[in-house]
């Protein structure tokens, strides 16, 4: 187990190198823009406001929406697609594959799924006891559902 924890931690600690690799190239680009070019090159005083208000109209923009994704969350699937106690029990004694199916079938008919397996059967996870919602899968990183699995994008 102390293996285990010690490579999360490693994984944590080497998961920011592409995130400060994308600050320190946006700083260095932030200081050639303003400082280099509009500051020390442009002469014409309106022009250079103009330069400046846009690029840092764009870059509060970029600014806010890169740091948002990097601290949000994954989504994970609502309370209502959670198996009821009940549910999952009946679900859990059936032994018959296709009786369980159709449990699941009976759950689904008022949720809004509308992907399926290959095999025509609702989509359910075994370890998070979840039905799953269109674009759902298993994080084996997060150790749960997670919903459209964007959130292991290496850059953010």
Not at 4 to 10: E, K, N, P, W
Not at 25 to 45: D, K, Q, R
Not at 62 to 79: D, E, L, N, V
Request: glycine share 2%.
């Amino acid at each position: 187990m102390a293996l285990s924890r010690g490579l999360r931690c490693c994984q944590a600690v080497f998961s920011w190198i592409p995130v400060l690799i994308i600050t320190a190239v946006v700083l260095w680009s932030y200081y050639a823009y303003v400082f280099e070019l509009c500051l020390f090159t442009i002469s014409n005083t309106f022009e250079k406001v103009v330069y400046l208000l846009v690029f840092h109209v764009c870059f509060v923009m970029f600014s806010w929406t890169y740091w948002k994704s990097i601290f949000t969350p994954p989504a994970t699937p609502c309370k209502k697609f959670q198996l009821s106690y009940s549910d999952k029990q009946r679900y859990e004694m059936e032994e018959r594959p296709d009786a369980q199916k159709q449990i699941l079938v009976e759950i689904a008919k008022k949720l809004p799924i509308f992907t399926r397996a290959q095999s025509g059967a609702i989509r359910f996870c075994d370890r998070c006891q979840v039905l799953k919602p269109d674009r759902c899968h298993h994080c084996s990183v997060c150790e749960t559902c997670v919903l459209k699995m964007d959130h292991h994008c290496p850059w953010v």
